[in-house]
């Protein structure tokens, strides 16, 4: 069975071209968002961002984050390739009750068009907002970690065409290091806000797609604490089965009491 | 909380669901208790009423359900592998169908479908039970499938807000409270009907005992209330300023709670018109909290202000007790160790997408 394998993206030396966005489209044959006028996509007036999100065909998101100072003097841009993050613990995958959402043996996970029946559980589990319902097949979409390629020993499309590999492909572990590396030196550097995002456990036991931010989470669209679904249950169904003890316990009141001694006369 | 996420999209057929199947199941769970404890002769015609609106309705939510997938002709998928059926077929090597059956216990959606199963055919037998006379229904058979019934039909109307709950959505992942709030609408709701249905026909004596029941369970809906706004935290003056927001919380309070209590407890039943009423105000509630808590969130989505972005750092939840063990096989997963909540499904061939594979 190979290695687990990810992305590790340095957001430092991103340049905003969306080579991988078009490399993402042009290998898994994605069509371009249709806006209203012809069918032609329009200018959002976002920086230089005009597809704003992930979506059905968008599997890739180049973000524009523009920083401005208070008295707006001076301004900075930060950019970041975005894309599924292949969770260690998926929430979208836990959720799915068709078992359509899978891992593969690349340790990615991708789903399986043919059993998906879009039910869009897993839209609402993603913390990322990856995942959205194709118009047109009506399944769920996602990146797919460009499994097709993975099979025949070819990195994706995306890492491939990233000019300067701020998208870098490869074994997790190996991508870890160097990332790891990568954040020393630029701490030495005095970017002291360097930080890695998703390398270690902390969220979702840890991403095959991993981050080198220079800024808070939130500054990039990535929640901090994002949580796997199932936590929730054990804490909800103890609570319901109280309440249910309860709502129990007064429908037997109700009408037991009553059984024991006849109802005093009501007239309706 | 999370604004980051995307909005799934479900609309009237899941409301519509919520609230249907709620009423079913809630009617199903009293008409039990009632048939069980009640006064045989006297409380038996309102049980009977309840079985014969839970079978109904749960047909109609399995509908509404089917409805709303985007691929409406898979809808078994929810309870078989496809893979292993469509191979079981084409090879016809129907032992392999034993590998089929899907059943994640940790993904509410999963264990919800096997619910509605196991309660449609159990409200299917009680509604059948309901047009024979007494004695034909109180024999062990019957009785078991009426008490498992019961208890699912008490899970079918908690596990609607634990499948919200069990996301990474706004409002609906930030309280543990929905689905006891779920489960006490759901008795609120299915003896509204119930008194609706029963108001005409049935003795004095049981509708005394079955506003009673209403009472208490309004009171409880009423209590789970506010604990669910206190738990809502910072999140709560957020979810006022939206439109869904006002109906959850202003509607569900207003007709939902307080009306229908005020009738009850001043002696709205020496007016067979204000039970009526108050039972009217309790279903017009109950679909208000639905479609609040179901519209509320990508509303506040939608607005997704600057404001909602900075409250996102992690929050002390009312109720949120620490539950020690792992729930589900995807907790605590290290890469590459196993396969998590993939119930191991394989992927067929996959075929190349790009043109450029092709040689086109």
Same mark, same amino acid.
């Given at each position: 069975m190979p290695e687990p394998v990810g992305f590790y993206t340095d957001t430092t030396v991103c340049i905003g071209c969306k080579a991988c966005q078009v490399a993402c489209h042009q290998w898994n044959d994605l069509p371009a968002e249709p806006g209203p006028n012809n069918g032609l996509p329009v200018l959002s007036g976002d920086s230089y961002d005009n597809t704003r999100s992930f979506s059905d065909v968008n599997w890739r998101h180049v973000k524009f984050?523009?920083?401005?100072?208070?008295?707006?003097?001076?301004? =900075?841009?930060?950019?970041?390739?975005?894309?599924?993050?292949?969770?260690?613990?998926?929430?979208?995958?836990?959720?799915?009750? +068709?078992? =359509?959402?899978?891992?593969?043996?690349?340790?990615?996970?991708?789903?399986?068009?043919?059993?998906?029946?879009?039910?869009?559980?897993?839209?609402? =589990?993603?913390?990322?907002?990856?995942?959205?319902?194709?118009?047109?097949?009506?399944? $769920?979409?996602?990146?797919?970690?460009?499994?097709?390629?993975?099979?025949?020993?070819?990195?994706?499309?995306?890492?491939?065409?990233?000019?300067?590999?701020?998208?870098?492909?490869?074994?997790?572990?190996?991508?870890?290091?160097?990332?790891?590396?990568?954040?020393?030196?630029?701490?030495?550097?005095?970017?002291?806000?360097?930080?890695?995002?998703?390398?270690?456990?902390?969220?979702?036991?840890?991403?095959?797609?991993? %981050?080198?931010?220079?800024?808070?989470?939130?500054? %990039?669209?990535?929640?901090?604490?994002?949580?796997?679904?199932?936590?929730?249950?054990?804490?909800?169904?103890?609570? $319901?089965?109280?309440?249910?003890?309860?709502?129990?316990?007064?429908?037997?009141? $109700?009408?037991r009491e009553r059984a024991q001694h006849p109802p005093r006369e009501v007239r309706l | 909380m999370n604004v980051f996420v995307a909005d799934p999209g479900w609309g009237w057929w899941i409301i519509g669901y919520f609230f249907l199947g709620g009423i079913a199941a809630g009617s199903y769970f009293m008409a039990t208790l009632i048939d069980l404890v009640g006064r045989g002769g006297h409380d038996q015609e309102i049980s009977r009423i309840g079985f014969r609106i839970a079978f109904p309705l749960i047909v109609v939510c399995a509908v509404f359900l089917t409805l709303d997938l985007e691929k409406p002709n898979r809808f078994w998928h929810m309870m078989f592998k496809s893979e292993v059926v469509e191979r079981a077929w084409e090879t016809k090597s129907w032992g392999e169908l034993i590998h089929a059956p899907l059943f994640k216990?940790? &993904?509410?959606?999963?264990?919800?479908?096997?619910?509605?199963?196991?309660?449609?055919?159990?409200?299917?037998?009680?509604?059948?039970?309901?047009?024979?006379?007494?004695?034909? #229904?109180?024999?062990?058979?019957?009785?078991?499938?009426?008490?498992?019934?019961?208890?699912?039909?008490?899970?079918?109307?908690? %596990?609607?807000?634990?499948?919200?709950?069990? #996301?990474?959505?706004?409002?609906?992942?930030? #309280?543990?409270?929905?689905?006891?709030?779920?489960? $006490?609408?759901? =008795?609120? #709701?299915?003896?509204?009907?119930?008194?609706?249905?029963?108001?005409?026909?049935?003795?004095?004596?049981?509708?005394?005992?079955?506003?009673?029941?209403? +009472?208490?369970?309004?009171?409880?809906?009423?209590?789970?209330?506010?604990?669910?706004?206190?738990?809502?935290?910072?999140?709560?003056?957020?979810?006022?300023?939206?439109?869904?927001?006002?109906?959850?919380?202003?509607?569900?309070?207003?007709?939902?709670?307080?009306?229908?209590?005020?009738?009850?407890?001043?002696?709205?039943?020496?007016?067979? &018109?204000?039970?009526v009423l108050a039972s009217i105000s309790v279903l017009i509630g109950g679909f208000m909290l639905r479609y609040g808590i179901v519209q509320t969130s990508p509303e506040l989505l939608a607005k997704s202000s600057p404001e909602l972005v900075k409250m996102t750092e992690p929050r002390p939840v009312v109720g949120g007790i620490a539950f020690p063990w792992q729930f589900g096989p995807e907790q605590g997963r290290v890469p590459g160790e196993s396969l998590g909540a993939d119930p191991g499904n394989k992927v067929g061939p996959v075929v190349p997408r790009s043109k450029v594979f092709k040689g086109e």
């Open positions: 984050i523009e920083q401005f100072s208070e008295d707006r003097s001076q301004a =900075a841009w930060l950019m970041m390739s975005d894309v599924c993050k292949h969770c260690a613990n998926a929430p979208c995958l836990e959720v799915c009750p +068709t078992g =359509a959402i899978l891992r593969t043996e690349f340790d990615t996970v991708y789903i399986n068009g043919p059993a998906c029946n879009g039910c869009r559980d897993c839209i609402s =589990a993603c913390p990322f907002g990856v995942i959205h319902i194709s118009s047109r097949s009506h399944t $769920a979409q996602k990146c797919t970690f460009c499994y097709d390629r993975l099979q025949q020993g070819m990195p994706p499309a995306c890492a491939q065409a990233c000019p300067t590999q701020s998208i870098q492909f490869g074994p997790l572990a190996e991508l870890k290091k160097r990332a790891q590396g990568r954040v020393e030196r630029l701490h030495k550097q005095g970017v002291t806000k360097a930080h890695l995002y998703g390398a270690d456990e902390s969220v979702l036991g840890g991403l095959n797609s991993f %981050y080198l931010l220079v800024d808070k989470p939130e500054t %990039y669209g990535l929640p901090s604490n994002p949580k796997l679904p199932s936590r929730s249950v054990p804490r909800s169904s103890f609570w $319901a089965i109280v309440v249910a003890f309860l709502t129990g316990l007064g429908a037997l009141f $109700a009408f | 216990y940790w &993904s509410p959606m999963s264990i919800g479908s096997w619910a509605l199963t196991i309660f449609g055919i159990c409200s299917f037998i009680s509604f059948l039970g309901s047009f024979r006379s007494r004695h034909e #229904t109180t024999g062990i058979v019957h009785r078991c499938f009426q008490i498992i019934g019961c208890f699912v039909g008490f899970f079918v109307a908690a %596990y609607t807000g634990a499948l919200l709950t069990a #996301t990474n959505q706004l409002v609906w992942s930030d #309280t543990p409270w929905l689905a006891p709030l779920f489960l $006490a609408s759901a =008795a609120s #709701t299915g003896i509204a009907v119930m008194l609706l249905l029963a108001s005409p026909s049935v003795s004095e004596a049981s509708l005394a005992r079955l506003q009673r029941a209403d +009472t208490w369970a309004l009171g409880l809906e009423f209590l789970v209330f506010l604990i669910f706004l206190e738990s809502l935290s910072s999140l709560l003056l957020p979810v006022w300023q939206t439109v869904n927001g006002k109906i959850l919380i202003a509607g569900t309070l207003i007709l939902g709670l307080v009306v229908p209590l005020l009738i009850h407890l001043s002696g709205g039943l020496h007016r067979r &018109s204000g039970l």
